[in-house]
């Protein structure tokens, strides 16, 4: 049980496109999803933390209008990068928790399998 | 905010057992989690510890201190897959349980 599904896993564009990312949670309802970045051999960041229905709350320094984040539904949260550049390429990676994974008594965040952004 | 830390690298003996420690400072403390990551994966989740003591899983055991602010996770019979990347983290109440990340302990197990 417990399965978070990210799509795409690889992604390679050009300088400028925008990038959507998706992240399911195929068999519990997802109320809070949160999303996080990696560079190569660093920890996973923090970027935001997504509540269903209502405004990602963004962490310090993360661009809200360059990383938008919809989680309209129990089950779907996006992530789009706008405007992609070069230094946006990383690892991004979503986690899903919700009242059947038992955020209250410590269950733990599941994760997706991440997607490698590459920006030519 | 929270400062995590942990070692940046280990290397350990294939057979043998390894201790990986982790400090965290933090007001909201809502449990401590190890996850183990492979180069270019996704973390899996290894152990959890909210209340002080030691918890087992198999050959991985996860031990907590909260008044210290200190865990551990400990590695016995190692692998050679066990070389990866151990991270320690810990949620906190305050940021809607979002799980901090300390920066990874790379362990590497040699024959």
């Known amino acids: 049980g417990a399965v978070v599904s990210q799509h795409p896993s690889r992604v390679i564009c050009k300088s400028g496109t925008s990038v959507k990312i998706e992240c399911r949670s195929l068999?519990?309802?997802?109320?809070?999803m949160f999303w996080y970045r990696q560079f190569p051999k660093k920890s996973l960041m923090l970027m935001a933390t997504?509540?269903?229905?209502?405004?990602?709350?963004?962490e310090q320094g993360v661009e809200k209008d360059k990383f938008l984040i919809n989680h309209a539904s129990l089950t779907l949260s996006t992530l789009t990068v706008t405007s992609a550049h070069p230094e946006d390429s990383s690892f991004y990676i979503c986690?899903?928790?919700?009242?059947?994974?038992?955020?209250?008594?410590?269950?733990?965040?599941?994760f997706g399998d991440g997607t490698r952004l590459s920006i030519l | 905010g929270q400062n995590i830390d942990q070692p940046t690298e280990m290397t350990a003996t294939e057979g043998a057992i390894v201790q990986i420690n982790c400090t965290y400072q933090t007001s909201g403390f809502n449990g401590l989690f190890w996850y183990q990551q492979h180069a270019g994966e996704a973390p899996t989740f290894l152990s959890y510890n909210v209340l002080d003591g030691l918890e087992e899983k198999g050959r991985f055991s996860s031990f907590l201190s909260r008044s210290k602010g200190y865990s551990y996770l400990l590695l016995k019979e190692l692998q050679m897959k066990d070389s990866a990347s151990y991270l320690c983290a810990v949620r906190d109440r305050r940021s809607g349980y979002a799980l901090n990340f300390g920066k990874g302990t790379s362990l590497l197990v040699t024959p």
């Open positions: 997504s509540n269903e229905g209502s405004k990602a709350t963004y």
């Open positions: 068999d519990f309802q997802a109320t809070t």
């Open positions: 986690s899903a928790t919700g009242p059947e994974t038992g955020t209250a008594i410590g269950q733990p965040q599941h």
